[in-house]
């Protein structure tokens, strides 16, 4: 069981920026996908970021604004998604995910574990 622990959500203004982290003490190897999906009430939980080797992808409603990175210490993997110009339609839960073999990274079933979550506020 792999444990996944987010952190650094919070409340911002249009605008602004947040970048929230995703830590693990498991080793996950780098061509492993390692993914942020997000899911507002009332809404399915879409993947926005994922990162697989050195090839990341984005959802279009997040390209150009948000930025997925990977992280290597001593006893732990973090990825961080910096996620810039935010909106208020970026309001949502903020989940890490980690699955072993990708085959639709927009696909949350593909994952094979997930984050508790931090939540993300964009007011106007």
């Known amino acids: 069981q792999v444990q996944l622990s987010e952190s650094g959500g919070g409340s911002v203004q249009a605008g602004g920026a947040l970048n929230i982290s995703c830590t693990t003490s498991?080793?996950?190897?780098?061509?492993?996908?390692m993914a942020w999906y997000r899911q507002a009430p009332g809404k399915e939980r879409t993947v926005v970021a994922v990162l697989s080797g050195t090839t990341a992808h984005y959802s279009d409603s997040v390209k150009g604004r948000f930025t997925i990175s990977r992280g290597v210490g001593a006893n732990t993997i973090t990825v961080d998604l910096q996620m810039n110009s935010l909106k208020t339609e970026d309001t949502a839960m903020y989940s890490c995910?980690?699955?072993?073999?990708?085959?639709?990274?927009?696909?949350?079933?593909?994952?094979?574990?997930w984050g508790q979550g931090t939540q993300v506020i964009v007011s106007s």
């Open positions: 995910a980690v699955g072993w073999t990708i085959t639709d990274w927009r696909d949350v079933a593909t994952y094979d574990y």
């Open positions: 498991e080793h996950i190897f780098s061509w492993c996908g």
